[in-house]
């Protein structure tokens, strides 16, 4: 009988680490995002152990200091390369067309990267969300910033406030 004793911590100990099995934790992507945005509430957030999708209500259009930000993909490029981290926001242009122009660029790891977290990210969209991220990916003006540390891909979208957070892992 004394078995009996250790099936709630046995069944504790399963829900824990059956928690823990996300990509990440709200709490720890906000404290991450805000080094490089000013959020304001979350809007929708949603974590499983192969993708993670957050949306947050931006309370400024403006990336931090923290963040190495770029006018162009070849200056993201370097930036992202000596820093593992870069942003770009070039006038007139999509995030879209900005990453499809460093896919196809001699060094092309900003774009790889950022195209492979939105790729993988799917499972943990909403349709809501999964339509205004492609909004937010096809504005022209819009920020696009990726950090290997924090290995997601984020979308600011000035017209909506909005900061987008997309990461998959291909398990």
Known sequence: MSFLRH????????ITLLTGCNLHGEADLRAALGQYFTLGDTLSF????T?????FRAALNDVKPEMP??????ETQKLFRSA???AVRAEGQTPHALTD?????????????ALAAAALVGKCLSDTDSQDFHRAL???????AYDTGVGGVMILDP?????FFAAGDPL
């Open 7 to 14: 099936i709630p911590l046995a069944a504790a100990t399963s």
């Open 46 to 49: 949603e974590s499983k152990m």
């Open 51 to 55: 993708c993670t999708a957050a949306v």
């Open 69 to 74: 930000m770029a006018a162009t993909s070849v």
């Open 84 to 86: 593992g981290k870069a």
């Open 101 to 113: 122009e460093m896919l196809t660029s001699e060094d092309g790891a900003f774009g790889r990267q």
């Open 138 to 144: 096809t504005r022209p003006g819009a920020t696009i």
């Open 159 to 163: 017209v909506e406030r909005k900061l």
